[in-house]
């Protein structure tokens, strides 16, 4: 009897254990989720007020005079699209933090004075502008201004003034240029010489100087050394004075075209 007794009291002993426990740990969820949702809730505002703060900064930075964009500072400024390039900047004005440089320095680039331009902000209200650019070569006088164009052939820019030094093109037409172009490199020993060049058959490139009295066609190379080799020569030759034209373009070769008057007594 005493043992049916402790054995039924050993049991509910253990029974009320394991649902004291089973209490105690619901508690401590329910305790753990409050303090969960608590954090949760804490860093939800934390967020808030940061993104709040944020925003509340960018727009006062935004419309902060100071920061707007008051000067360009122009370093190697194009010579020939000055009016073009001022008013691509004046579109980029305002806010120096929202400036879009890569749109600014992708509507440079399409002026074709500027090879390169090179972009930077300088706070707190200037922007840098270096550029690189192509220097006018050849000139062609057209309808009283003067086309400007590089060593490659593009056009610059029309200037009614030629600076000086450029080569002169002579009845060059969209073809005769892109002809022309690639003898850039021959020409520019002879740049301060050169009193025009031309293009056509069947002699292809024409040139004058304008210290002599003839007209050289030099072929596709060698410019200056084959016009050297004429002159070595030149002041043996009877007829020289009536020389009209020098052809150059047979290497070891000079053929000579003379005035009408001279031509049947060389």
């Not at 502008?129 to 057209?142: C, E, G």
């Amino acid at each position: 009897m005493k043992d049916g007794m402790g054995a039924s009291l050993k049991f509910e002993a253990e029974f009320f254990r394991k649902s004291n426990n089973l209490t105690v740990e619901r508690e401590k969820k329910i305790h753990s989720i409050q303090v969960r949702t608590v954090h949760v809730l804490l860093l939800l505002t934390l967020v808030l007020l940061t993104g709040l703060v944020i925003s509340r900064a960018a727009n006062f930075l935004l419309r902060w005079d100071a920061l707007q964009v008051h000067q360009f500072r122009l370093r190697r400024a194009p010579l020939f699209a000055r009016g073009q390039v001022d008013g691509i900047l004046r579109r980029h004005g305002g806010n120096i933090l929202a400036m879009d440089l890569e749109g600014l320095q992708a509507e440079l680039l399409q002026v074709p004075e500027v090879a390169e331009a090179s972009i930077r902000r300088v706070l707190p209200d200037t922007v840098a502008v270096d550029f690189t650019l192509r220097l006018p070569f050849f000139q062609v006088a057209q309808q009283g201004l003067f086309r400007l164009l590089d060593a490659g052939g593009r056009e610059l820019g029309r200037e009614p003034e030629c600076p000086p030094g450029l080569v002169a093109l002579r009845g060059a037409d969209r073809a005769a240029i892109e002809a022309i172009a690639p003898f850039a490199g021959e020409l520019a020993p002879l740049r301060g010489r050169i009193e025009y060049v031309a293009y056509g058959p069947p002699h292809g490139v024409e040139l004058k100087l304008r210290d002599m009295p003839e007209t050289f066609y030099p072929g596709e190379g060698d410019f200056a050394a084959k016009i050297r080799r004429y002159l070595r020569i030149k002041g043996r030759l009877p007829f020289a004075a009536a020389i009209r034209s020098v052809d150059l373009r047979i290497a070891g070769r000079i053929y000579f075209e003379l005035d009408e008057e001279q031509r049947g007594n060389p």
